[in-house]
């Protein structure tokens, strides 16, 4: 997938969890926001290695991880900057098969809230 797909999934994805939690739908809308996360680390990863497509065929590139991700990046050391990381970086792709939610609606909010902030940084 192309650096710029990535970039545009991942700002539709973030407005589209914003929309699922409006609607009360927080585990879908949790969901979401990491892909969201996801797609905007792994097109930084494209930029700082100056690629025009991820390629997930290298190690360590085919991963849910945030804090793998990011390490590909650039910004690393750069992620005291990143304002709420803390609160983003507790989202991971097995989410999707809880059987009780962990995220409140408040703790939606403060997830997109935070997810916004980041990908502003990194796209």
């Not at 970039?7 to 973030?14: A, H, I, P, V």
């Not at 990491?34 to 997930?56: M, N, P, Q, Y």
Request: aromatic letters at 10%.
């Amino acid at each position: 997938m192309s650096t710029d797909e990535l970039g545009k999934r991942s700002g539709r994805w973030l407005n589209d969890a914003d929309i699922l939690l409006r609607e009360g739908r927080v585990e879908s809308a949790v969901y979401l926001c990491g892909s969201a996360v996801e797609f905007a680390l792994k097109a930084s990863i494209c930029k700082a290695l100056g690629w025009t497509a991820f390629r997930d065929d290298l190690p360590g590139m085919r991963s849910h991880n945030f804090a793998n991700l990011l390490s590909f990046t650039s910004l690393e050391n750069q992620k005291a900057q990143f304002q709420l990381w803390d609160i983003v970086n507790e989202w991971n792709s097995e989410i999707r098969y809880d059987s009780e939610s962990k995220f409140t609606l408040e703790r939606g909010k403060d997830m997109i809230g935070a997810a916004g902030l980041i990908l502003k940084y990194l796209l």
